[in-house]
C-alpha cells in the first residue's frame, strides 16, 4: 500500500523528475496493485511536459499486453493521434497486445480498417499478420476485407498473410487467392502465387486456379502457373494441355517451357531419352557364367585380328 500511494502521489507532483521516477516503476507497482494506475497512465500521456509524455507511452507500451481492458480507450485514442510518433507508439502498444491476446487485435482492428483514413487502414493492415494464425475466423474476415481495400498498399499488406494462411488454414487461403491470384497490384498477385504454390496440388480447385492462372494477361502469373502445370497433370493430360497453351502464348520464355512439356521423351527424345522407355533385356543363363565376358573379350580381340 505504501508503495501505491507513493508511486500515485509521485505522479501527481509538480516535479517532472518525480513524474518520471514513478514511471520507472509504474510496471512493478502496476502488477502488485493496478487500482488507479492505468487511469493515471493515461493522464500521464497528456502530461505538460515531452520527456514525461514520451516515458509514458514508453509504459503503455510495458502495459498493454498484461493490462489490454484497462488500457483500451487510451489505445483507441492514441491510434488516432494526428502527432506522428505517438501514432507510432500506439500501434506499437496494439501491436503487443494482440501477440498476447489476439482478440484485442480484432477488436480494434474491425474499426481501423474501416477508417477513411488510409495511414490508419495501412497501419492496422500490419498489424494482421500478429493475430493471422490465431485470430481464427474473426482475423480470417479482417484480411479478407483488407484484401478488398482500395488503397493497393494496404492489399499488398494484407495479401504477406497469405502464404503463412495457406499452412495453417488452407481451405481459407484457397477462398483469397481465387480473389487475389487476379488482383491489378503486381505484389498482391505474387504473394497470391506464393501462397499457391503451398497449396495441395490434387485439389480441383488448386488445379483450376492454376489452369486459369497458365492463361492470365501477366506474363508472369502465366510463367508460374506453367511451371505448376507438371505437378498437377502428366502424359497426354500434360502434353495436350501445353500443346493448347503454346498456340496463345507470345512470350518466348513461356512457349520454352511448354515446348518441353509438349514432347513425348519416349517418341521424341533423344536417344538416352528413349532409352529410358525401353524395358531391360531378358536375362540369360549366360549372364551367370562367370567365363563368359572372358570368352566375349577373346572373342571380340581374335576378330580385330
Not at 502521489?9 to 523528475?17: A, D, E, I, T
Not at 510495458?62 to 500501434?91: G, K, V
Not at 494462411?165 to 506464393?194: C, G, W, Y
Not at 513461356?254 to 532409352?275: P, T
Amino acid at each position: 500500500e505504501y508503495i501505491h500511494s507513493t508511486i500515485i502521489n509521485g505522479l501527481c507532483s509538480r516535479s517532472s523528475q518525480e513524474r518520471l521516477a514513478s514511471l520507472d516503476v509504474f510496471l512493478v507497482g502496476a502488477l502488485r496493485d493496478s487500482d488507479e494506475m492505468m487511469e493515471m497512465l493515461d493522464v500521464m500521456i497528456d502530461d505538460p511536459d515531452r520527456t514525461v509524455r514520451k516515458k509514458a507511452r514508453q509504459v503503455l507500451i510495458q502495459c498493454a499486453p498484461i493490462f489490454p481492458s484497462a488500457l483500451e480507450e487510451t489505445i483507441y485514442r492514441l491510434l488516432r493521434s494526428e502527432e506522428n510518433n505517438i501514432r507510432n507508439d500506439a500501434f506499437h502498444a496494439l501491436s503487443e497486445a494482440s501477440k498476447q491476446w489476439p482478440e484485442v487485435g480484432v477488436l480494434h482492428l474491425d474499426e481501423l480498417i474501416r477508417e477513411e483514413d488510409v495511414d490508419l487502414r495501412r497501419r492496422g493492415a500490419r498489424i494482421l499478420r500478429t493475430i493471422a494464425q490465431r485470430a481464427g475466423g474473426a482475423g480470417w474476415d479482417l484480411i479478407g476485407w483488407s484484401l478488398d481495400d482500395e488503397d493497393p498498399e494496404v492489399r499488398r499488406i494484407a495479401s504477406r498473410t497469405l502464404p503463412g494462411l495457406a499452412d495453417s488454414a488452407p481451405r481459407i487461403a484457397q477462398i483469397m487467392i481465387e480473389e487475389t491470384l487476379f488482383d491489378e497490384d503486381d505484389e498482391v498477385r505474387n504473394n497470391s502465387l506464393k501462397a499457391l504454390a503451398k497449396m495441395e496440388k490434387d485439389d480441383s480447385r488448386t488445379q483450376t486456379l492454376i489452369l486459369d492462372g497458365a492463361k492470365h494477361k501477366d506474363p508472369r502469373i502465366r510463367l508460374n502457373c506453367v511451371k505448376m502445370l507438371p505437378i498437377i497433370m502428366s502424359g497426354n493430360n500434360l502434353r495436350q494441355t501445353a500443346l493448347e497453351l503454346i498456340s496463345e502464348e507470345k512470350e518466348e520464355a513461356i512457349i520454352q517451357h511448354l515446348n518441353k512439356m509438349a514432347i513425348d521423351i519416349s517418341i521424341e527424345g533423344s536417344e538416352d531419352e528413349k532409352n529410358r522407355f525401353l524395358a531391360p533385356l531378358p536375362k540369360t543363363d549366360d549372364d551367370d557364367d562367370p567365363k563368359m565376358p572372358s570368352l566375349i573379350a577373346g572373342k571380340n580381340k581374335r576378330e580385330e585380328e
